[in-house]
Structures are given as structure tokens and as C-alpha cells.
């Protein structure tokens, strides 16, 4: 019964740790940039009104952030690419 719990912990995003069954949330950063409206979005908004051009675009980036949540709080519960340490080295 335990391994089949397991299986379905893993299938919700759940991990056991210390014999606790705790949720994983992964989350992927993103960079927002100004967008540059081209020809053919500023020819469509002045021939239709209700057109809206973005004023960012929003692109993945490389970084990664993992959390994990419930059960007691601890030190680390968070873990996330920095500029002066990656994501690996944090979970070694």
C-alpha cells in the first residue's frame, strides 16, 4: 500500500520527505521586455478599434525555482537559481 501511495504522491506533484508526503511546486522564471509594435499590429489597431498591442512580450528564462510546502517550516523550503549559485549546487 505504501509504494502505491508513493506512486500516486508522485502523480499530484507530491514528494515524501522524512516519511512526509509534501507537495513540489517547480516554477520556470520568465523575463518581460517593452514590445516593439510592428507594421502590421499598428496597421490592424488604427483600422480596428478594439485591437490592444501589448506593451510587454514574455519570454521563459533559464531559471528555475522549486518549493516545497506543508508539514513543518523549515530553513529551506524554497530553492532557486541566483546569480551567484545555481539550482544544483543548492540541492547537492
Do not use: C
Amino acid at each position: 500500500m505504501q509504494q502505491q501511495e508513493a506512486q500516486e504522491a508522485r502523480k499530484l506533484g507530491m514528494v515524501t520527505v522524512l516519511g512526509k508526503v509534501s507537495p513540489l511546486q517547480v516554477h520556470r522564471g520568465g523575463h518581460r521586455t517593452e514590445h516593439v509594435a510592428t507594421e502590421k499590429e499598428l496597421a490592424e489597431a488604427k483600422k480596428n478599434s478594439w485591437i490592444r498591442i501589448p506593451r510587454f512580450d514574455y519570454a521563459p528564462s533559464e531559471r528555475l525555482r522549486f518549493n516545497l510546502s506543508g508539514g513543518q517550516p523549515h530553513r529551506a523550503s524554497e530553492w532557486s537559481d541566483t546569480p551567484g549559485r545555481s539550482l544544483e549546487d543548492q540541492l547537492v
